[in-house]
T-cell receptor, first 112, second 110 residues
């Protein structure tokens, strides 16, 4: 059974650009959540989706957005990138009725 | 706002010694508590999940306890091995959201 797949693995952007990250959950998983990890702030919750509906959102500016498709795949978008957006972005999925989270390897975003 | 604290921040032990990692949280209204392991540059691997109604969970050499009323959890790793070297994170879940501690970085010396 394939794990959670995140693409791309690495990304380099410049300030002001926008970026889209992709996450394919484990087959059968319908919940997808996103986290930002930085050395200074640790792991912080971005948002969670279930069956294309956002159920919760963290304390991030509106430049951070996400969506989930009918096949449970999810994307997150960051517009007008800032240097402080440099981070490892992790996505996780879980099966219906199971709280155990399975994480992908992440996308390492560098903003120059 | 939920605050999760992990002590110590780092730990170095000789192989074979037992490990004790601590986690505390400020709001006891949690759905569950999970312990994860993270290797450098990688994602997180779930180790143990304790439901709010449970007191402990065990898996192999790992045992985690939960005292929800005092806002504490402890992860015990018996007979540590060099392969246990990693960062261990605890997280509490509430309203489909995990709040993470900063982690304890463990080094097991051969």
């Amino acid at each position: 059974k394939a794990g959670v797949t995140q693409t791309p693995r690495y990304l380099i952007k410049t300030r002001g650009q926008q970026v889209t990250l992709s996450c394919s959950p484990i087959s059968g998983h319908r919940s997808v959540s996103w986290y930002q990890q930085t050395p200074g702030q640790g792991l912080q919750f971005l948002f969670e989706y279930f069956s294309e509906t956002q159920r919760n959102k963290g304390n991030f500016p509106g430049r951070f957005s996400g969506r989930q498709f009918s096949n449970s795949r999810s994307e997150m978008n960051v517009s007008t990138l800032e240097l402080g957006d440099s981070a490892l972005y992790l996505c996780a999925s879980s099966a219906p009725g199971d709280e155990k989270l399975f994480f992908g390897s992440g996308t390492q975003l560098s903003v120059l | 706002k939920q605050e999760v604290t992990q002590i110590p921040a780092a730990l170095s032990v000789p192989e074979g010694e037992n490990l004790v990692l601590n986690c505390s949280f400020t709001d006891s209204a949690i759905y569950n508590l999970q312990w994860f392991r993270q290797d450098p540059g990688k994602g997180l691997t779930s180790l143990l999940l304790i439901q709010s109604s449970q007191r402990e969970q065990t898996s192999g050499r790992l045992n985690a306890s939960l005292d929800k009323s005092s806002g504490r959890s402890t992860l015990y790793i018996a007979a540590s091995q060099p392969g246990d070297s990693a960062t261990y994170l605890c997280a509490v879940e509430d309203d489909y959201k995990l709040s993470f501690g900063a982690g304890t970085t463990v080094t097991v010396r051969a």
